[in-house]
């Protein structure tokens, strides 16, 4: 649906739940209430709170008793019981789903007929409202729909995602030493894909087919292969910031040649063997950059496979990955190897970014938060091989 079909179609389910309202039962909000929303604040800036305010009227004339459990009077979005359109398009809720102990009756507020009660509550966590843009919110319930819309507001600034509080992996079947190295290069491969994250978010349009780390890893440059790999890669630094986690040691499936491995759909699991602890932390080819590997693999990340050159374990490395950006660009972007490299970098290649700090996303998307230095990790250039750079970069029209 595109926007203004939805829009419509909103407009028409709301008119006709209006309609309906007082012959319409609902389960979780008593029949002869009203809603609506308000705005307090409709250009909300930066430091603001996206703060709505939800009035509930008792229009019958008996008393209702409303149970607050999942509505603005508990004073925090605990369900979801909004819709929130930005620019039109709804956004996924995002919040908690509580489960509660049945209610008692201190859980009701008890509304004489014509009373009203008004509750704000904040919505930028629980809907991700962080981008500038229009907004719109309406109140829904979960069994009859739409039941009011609120007046527009306008986000004047863009803020930045927050920063989720990190969960301790779970290690199973290690030693203390293999679970602390395990967390160590979680957390390495995490800042490795953040700047490869935005490395590529940062490259202005005009710059990607020149991107010069981008080409050494991936090949030839397309918008569509682009796109696969930013992408991947977003999702891939999710994962490894937010995602706890379980690494299992007992490496059960793998022979003495594996160093680590997981399955595509056991999205949370990494199962790590001896060669992966005999390796260094970060690197090229290193702990950290096994991680950014192995998590590229989850069917909700890259999706990646290991590639023509990865069956049966056999080259792996730098010069295979390199290889496949040149002869098969549109497996490389799918390969796992490729995505470990372009994130660790081991050549220092650079990207063509605009510039670090606030206002560093490219024209056409404003309001991107800019990139940060990594204090954790300075760039680690190593030595590719020494007689396939010449090649590569004389294949690849590098100046280097
Ligand atoms: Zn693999």
Not at 14 to 36: I, K, N, Q, R, Y
Not at 349 to 372: A, N, V, Y
Request: glycine fraction near 10%; include cysteine.
């Amino acid at each position: 649906m595109d926007q203004l079909a939805r829009k419509v179609w909103i407009r028409a389910l709301l008119a006709s739940v209006a309609g309906l309202w007082f012959s319409v039962s609902a389960a979780t909000l008593p029949s002869g209430l009203s809603v609506s929303i308000s705005v307090p604040q409709t250009h909300i800036g930066r430091a603001d709170p996206v703060v709505i305010s939800v009035t509930y009227q008792n229009q019958s004339a008996q008393v209702v008793h409303l149970l607050e459990y999942g509505t603005a009077l508990e004073g925090t979005v605990a369900e979801d019981f909004l819709m929130v359109l930005q620019n039109g398009e709804p956004l996924p809720y995002q919040g908690i789903l509580a489960m509660r102990l049945p209610p008692s009756s201190t859980d009701y507020t008890v509304l004489e007929p014509g009373q009203s009660i008004t509750a704000s509550v904040d919505i930028e966590a629980s809907y991700g409202v962080r981008q500038i843009g229009e907004y719109e919110v309406f109140y829904r319930d979960p069994n009859i729909g739409v039941l009011a819309g609120s007046s527009q507001f306008w986000l004047t600034e863009s803020r930045p995602e927050p920063v989720l509080p990190k969960q301790a992996s779970v290690a199973r079947f290690c030693t203390v030493a293999q679970a602390t190295a395990a967390d160590g290069a979680l957390g390495v491969a995490e800042s490795y894909a953040r700047r490869a994250r935005d490395d590529l978010r940062n490259t202005p349009v005009s710059a990607r087919s020149e991107a010069r780390r981008y080409k050494y890893w991936f090949g030839q440059y397309t918008p569509a292969r682009w796109s696969r790999v930013q992408d991947g890669m977003t999702r891939i630094y999710s994962a490894a910031s937010g995602r706890r986690f379980t690494f299992d040691c007992a490496c059960d499936a793998g022979t003495n040649r594996t160093i680590a491995y997981v399955y595509r759909s056991r999205t949370s699991e990494i199962f790590l063997c001896e060669g992966f602890f005999n390796m260094p932390r970060s690197g090229g080819d290193s702990q950290a950059s096994v991680i950014v590997h192995e998590i590229s693999h989850f069917n909700d990340t890259a999706n990646t496979d290991d590639g023509p050159n990865g069956v049966n374990g056999a080259n792996y490395g730098q010069s295979a990955a390199v290889g496949l950006a040149i002869t098969n660009p549109d497996r490389a972007v799918g390969t796992a190897s490729n995505y470990q490299y372009f994130a660790a970098n081991p050549t220092g290649l650079p990207m063509p970014t605009s510039g670090g700090g606030d206002g560093g996303g490219e024209p056409g998307e404003p309001g991107e938060p800019g990139t940060e230095p990594d204090p954790e990790v300075p760039p680690e250039p190593e030595p590719t091989p020494l007689i396939l750079v010449p090649i590569i970069d004389l294949l690849l029209g590098n100046d280097r």
